[in-house]
């Protein structure tokens, strides 16, 4: 696990729940001066119409101009390769040494607070550093 101003590491798609965590890793990478490893990770294949991946391009075009206007140093990454997010998070902190993950979660009804997502679940129990977990 790395130390003092270590990457911190955080799952990003468009969503209340990627921007909480986003909003959240920003404000930890400031306190700690660390760079901020954003990453998005899509399946790909079929799933992935064209599209969607210009879609998903120009937002982290914007999420990438919008970090450098704030001044925190921060790298995008676009995982397309075919694995669970979890798994590309994971990795990606192993190889940074990061210091955290941050990922979100949304509210969800009583049964589904019985089962936490999968990929949620995951990242919390197989990760090497902590994660921080935020809710949208």
């Known amino acids: 696990m790395g130390g003092i101003g270590s990457p911190i590491v955080v799952g990003y ?14 404000t930890e990478a400031q306190q700690r001066s ?10 790909g294949g079929r799933s992935l119409s064209p599209e969607h991946a210009v879609e998903v391009d120009d ?3 914007a999420l990438h101009s919008r970090l450098h206007e704030i001044g925190v140093e921060h790298e995008v ?10 798994e590309d998070l994971i990795a990606v902190a192993d190889e940074v040494d990061a210091d955290m993950i941050v990922i979100g979660l949304r509210r969800r009804t009583p049964v589904g607070k ?3 997502g ?6 919390l129990l197989d990760a090497s550093c902590p994660v921080l977990a935020v809710k949208a």
């Open 13 to 26: 798609v468009e969503t209340p729940e990627g921007q909480a965590a986003l909003d959240r890793a920003v």
């Open 34 to 43: 660390a760079k901020l490893v954003v990453i998005n990770s899509q399946k």
């Open 59 to 61: 937002e982290m075009n």
């Open 77 to 86: 990454r676009q995982l397309v390769r075919g694995s669970d997010p979890a």
């Open 114 to 116: 019985l089962i936490m």
């Open 118 to 123: 999968s990929n949620s679940q995951t990242i």
